[in-house]
């Protein structure tokens, strides 16, 4: 219970968040940090039932057959990235509190705030590979929003839309290999897998496992070659960068890869590939870092850098690396996150983040001066400090790793002269900021801030003084339960101490420091000689590279946009047809489908005449659609008839039902659409009839071709031999013992196949809002509109319509049927919507027919009483009928969790209710009633949107002719 309140509570507080007013800052503030404090609460309080069980776990059934749970699962491992989470989420909550301004919308940065820790937590509490990867997804989209918080800029717009791109991309690779190892495995149970690590490791599919896994990690972790993202990400507020450098999005590549470390690690694939993306992070981001001229550009690279040496020590397949790794993840969140803190609070108090204008701050800005050194100087590696341990434990590894020696040289090598950097960018950050002559030309006067302000960052100082000078005390506990939690009980011995006598990893760091000096000495002034420039590199430009592939991508698309495409229909239609009939015929190509089907039923002539009429009804429309539009919609409204009397020939009678409330609802619709149609082109002679004529041929032969393919295919279908095995046996025997109704349709549509449903009524409804949304803003020239006919009196003040009451109602009604009959149909109308609703169940029915039927009633209300009707009624808000119907379908989808029972699983209870009897409940019915509620909403909202056009389009046309 208190994982899924770690869970839960970020989101709901999101959502609580989001419900304030706009300047409602200080209780965002409380909201978001309260919730990220409660968070850490619970995890401290399950840390004596982890130390005692080793894994806390809890399970719901998710997708049972496919062995997919929701699970949350903490241990040693996940507990440390929790409170790591919830502690600076909630420090960070507090410092974005007086740095955004009373301009920045701050209950929506909170509830983005709250929404990415809780996409965090849910990776790290992920109990099964497709939930993680579910939330893994969730934190790409919600780092754009973060990123992009301040949309009025440029460059946070592309900041984020390049994080949500190279992430999003990584995130595809990860997918596969997730599925991957699950079809390996056999299960998607994280234990299960982690059980498994032998018959990964030992498949013939690893490394394509790997290649893929490590795409999603090192994008997610900003890791070479997919660095560049994150320089362009420092467009966010720093708060924004301060939680995603330290404990979110770049550090869940690392999580992964520690994690999954016991089942990819000890092989020359995860060496090569991990390590050498590591140890090129490593190095660039240390060579970047120090020749950036603003201050989060530094940190940004720095992190790039950092990143890089935990993703090395995680490729050296030592478990004393694998320690030295998890360590720097700790040390690394305590010191970036208090180093943005103070660059933001530098930029907030003095107007500027440029190094080159930034100058002896120290006397200005004394506690915040005192903050950032001791911070800077943790990054550094500088001992009793944090960053000196777990850079001596790296420094160890790296001497002590066996192989060819070049790579024990060459690792070392490279591990002096990033440290040497590392040291060379700290001591530029400190220095060029706060000391030196004071600047004289900055936007603002430097001073302290509030002292409140600096609270987070001061905490996270005394924690990294706290780790470097008793580190035994503070984090070793909490690294051997880490270990065991990754490693069993092959968790290696290791000691945490200041000092460990003269060895070569200690001169290793005495050189780094005096190299990285000497790099700082030798580049003063290099900013002022060659600004924003970094040396040799600065032509490899990777955001340049990335917009060039985005145009690339762009001028692409738009080549075959214009091969495929057209604004004319009829060619879209074509292509669409021509595909699908290829792709339809394929199975038919197979000889086994032609000879093995049961006998036939035999034909009956009153059959053959109703199809014959049928048929006599469509190649009439076709023909009439060429000279009037209305009737050949009405022939083809006839021959949907048809097809509704053939369902229920054929004992379908839901498909019956079904196939004739949507001819009544899409006849008005398309009613309605018509007098939006272009007029057609005149016929001329010569080459233009020739290609007109040619054109008609080949689309009738394709309509010919595609109707014979569906008869074939519905022949075919229909004369199998029915197999006892088969799903439709299936559907038959269980529709009652599972599904609890006795229509089996309904039952498919609302149990078996409920996410389908669900799927296809979210998209009905966004079909709905789109048509709204578009023809709201339509206003089409008079000239290329189907008028009306219309003529004028002699006297020039009066102007007729031809056949306005059909097409386009206006707002008192010119239907000949007295009004007042047809509104008594209306309470008849919802009593029989309402009966096909609730009998859908057991009977031929359902929410999508009895919502049609609604509809319908509604449509009805409309011709006669004009739009103004239909928005004088309260209760016909569409967009309410939407939403709410959405919403009922979803939270009945998952009220069943608490009977312990799979997502859209049914939920049956039998009643014995007096002078009524038995009544059996079913939990699908609310589903059915959130159908019924979104068919009407949306039915009605395309009504609106399209009566609205005809009537704005009457009264213009009214006024015109008036006018002349």
């Known amino acids: 219970m208190l994982l899924t309140l770690i869970l839960a509570i970020p989101f709901a507080g999101s959502l609580c968040a989001a419900l304030l007013p706009a300047r409602a800052r200080r209780a965002g503030a409380w909201l978001a940090g309260g919730s990220a404090l409660l968070c850490l609460l619970l995890a401290v309080t399950l840390t004596p039932a982890l130390a005692d069980e080793g894994v806390i776990k809890l399970s719901v059934p998710w997708i049972p057959l ?176 301060a939680y995603l450098h330290s404990a979110t999005m770049v550090k869940a590549g690392v999580f992964l890869l520690a994690r999954f470390w016991p089942i990819f690690s000890g092989t020359d694939w995860w060496t090569w590939i991990i390590g050498g993306a590591g140890l090129c992070s490593l190095l660039l981001g240390a060579y970047a870092a120090t020749f950036q001229r603003d201050m989060k550009g530094v940190l940004a690279y720095s992190t790039i850098s ?43 108090e003095s107007g500027t983040r440029d190094l080159t204008r ?41 001497v002590f790793i066996t192989g060819h020696w ?70 070793k506990p909490v690294l051997e339960l880490v270990m065991h939690a990754l490693l ?10 200041l000092w460990h006598g003269i060895n070569l990893p200690l001169l290793m760091s005495l050189i780094a420091t005096g190299g990285g000096i000497l790099i700082y000495a030798a580049l003063r002034g290099h900013d002022r000689r060659k600004p924003g420039q970094v040396p040799f590199i600065y032509r490899f430009d990777g955001r340049q590279s990335f917009e060039l592939w985005l145009e ?26 021509l595909c699908t009939l290829a792709v339809g015929v394929l199975p038919l190509l197979q000889s086994s489908v032609w000879f093995k089907g049961s006998q036939s039923t035999p034909a009956q002539w009153s059959f053959a005449l109703m199809w014959l009429a049928g048929s006599a009804c469509a190649l009439s429309a076709a023909y009439q659609a060429k000279y ?42 398309i009613l309605l659409g018509l007098r939006w149609l272009p007029p057609r082109i005149e016929e001329f002679p010569g080459p233009t009839r020739q290609r007109t004529l040619w054109r008609r041929r080949r689309d009738f032969l394709v309509a010919v071709l595609a109707g014979a393919a569906m008869t074939l295919l519905a022949w075919v279908m229909m004369t199998r031999p029915a197999a006892q095995h088969s799903i439709a046996h299936y559907f038959v025997e269980q529709a009652w013992p599972l599904g609890g109704g006795a229509n089996v349709v309904n039952v498919i549509l609302v149990d078996f196949r409920a996410f389908d449903t669900f799927g296809e009524i979210t998209v009905l409804g966004i079909v709905a809002l789109s ?26 003040k009066t102007v007729h319509f031809e056949e306005p009451d059909i097409l386009a109602p206006l707002p008192y009604g010119l239907m000949r049927i007295p009004a007042v009959l047809v509104r008594l149909l209306l309470p008849v109308t919802t009593m029989i919507s309402l009966y096909f609703l609730f009998r859908g169940h057991n009977l031929p029915g359902g929410g999508f027919v009895g919502g049609l039927i609604m509809a319908t009633g509604i449509i009805l209300q409309y011709m006669v009483g004009g739009i103004l009707w239909v928005e004088a009624r309260p209760l016909i808000r569409p967009q309410a009928w939407i939403a709410l119907g959405l919403l009922l379908a979803g939270l009945t989808a998952m009220a069943v969790w608490w009977t312990g029972q799979p997502l859209l699983a049914s939920s049956h209870l039998d009643l014995d209710l007096p002078w009524i009897g038995s009544a059996h409940l079913s939990s699908v019915l609310l589903f059915d009633l959130g159908v019924y509620m979104l068919v009407v909403g949306a039915t009605v909202l395309m009504i609106i949107a399209l009566a609205h056009q005809s009537l704005r389009f009457y009264r213009q046309l009214a006024e015109t002719d008036m006018g002349n």
């Open 628 to 669: 009037h539009r209305i009737a050949s919609l009405m022939l083809a409204s006839a021959a949907g008839l048809v097809t509704g009397i053939t369902f229920a020939w054929l004992s379908a009678p839901d498909l019956a039902l079904t196939q004739l409330t949507v001819e009544v609802v899409t006849t008005i619709l």
């Open 771 to 796: 048509v709204y949304a578009l023809l709201r803003r339509f206003r089409p020239p008079a000239e290329t509109i189907t008028a009306p006919l219309r003529h004028r009196s002699r006297d020039a």
């Open 552 to 577: 690339a991508l762009d001028a692409g698309s738009a080549r075959l946009m214009q091969w495929l495409q057209t604004q004319r229909l009829q060619p879209q239609v074509l292509l669409l047809i």
């Open 406 to 475: 070049a790579t024990r040289w060459g690792l070392a090598t490279a591990a002096v002269i990033a440290g040497a950097f590392s040291v060379a960018y700290s001591l530029r950050f400190i220095l060029q900021v706060f000391f030196g002559p004071p600047a004289t030309d900055l936007p603002r006067v430097p001073h302290d801030p509030d002292r409140r302000m600096l609270i987070p960052c001061a905490i996270l100082v005394l924690i990294c003084l706290a780790i470097g000078i008793a580190p035994g005390v503070f984090v």
């Open 488 to 497: 069993g009980e092959r968790v290696p011995a290791f000691n945490l101490q």
């Open 66 to 241: 496919q062995g997919v749970d929701l699970t949350l699962r903490m241990d040693g491992y996940a507990w440390l990235f929790v409170v790591i989470i919830s502690a600076l989420g909630g420090l960070i909550a507090l410092y974005a509190h007086y740095y955004l301004s009373a301009d920045d919308p701050a209950p929506r940065f909170f509830a983005f705030l709250l929404s990415f820790m809780g996409a965090m937590l849910g990776v790290v509490l992920a109990g099964n590979l497709i939930q993680l990867l579910v939330f893994w997804e969730l934190t790409s989209l919600s780092s754009f929003m973060l990123i992009g918080y301040w949309s009025h800029r440029m460059d946070a717009r592309r900041g984020a839309r390049m994080a949500l791109l190279i992430t999003g991309s990584g995130g595809f690779c990860l997918l596969a290999s997730m599925l991957i190892i699950g079809h390996i495995v056999g299960s998607y149970d994280l234990d299960a897998v982690l059980a498994a690590a032998p018959l990964i490791r030992n498949h013939r599919w690893y490394p394509i496992l790997l290649v893929l896994l490590a795409l999603g990690a090192l994008t997610k972790s900003a890791q070479f070659p997919f660095h560049f993202w994150l320089p362009n990400a420092m467009a966010a507020p720093t708060p924004v960068s």
């Open 358 to 398: 930034l100058s002896g701050l120290r006397r200005a800005m004394p506690l915040t001066a005192t903050l950032a050194m001791v911070s800077a100087a943790a990054m550094a590696g500088v001992p009793l400090l944090n960053g000196f341990l777990s850079k001596e434990m790296f420094f160890a590894e790296t």
């Open 306 to 348: 950092h990143l890089g040496l935990i993703t090395l020590l995680l490729g050296m397949n030592s478990r004393l690396a694998l320690v030295a790794a998890i360590f720097h993840i700790i040390n690394h969140a305590t010191f970036k996150a208090s180093l943005f803190m103070a660059a933001g609070i530098v930029d907030h």
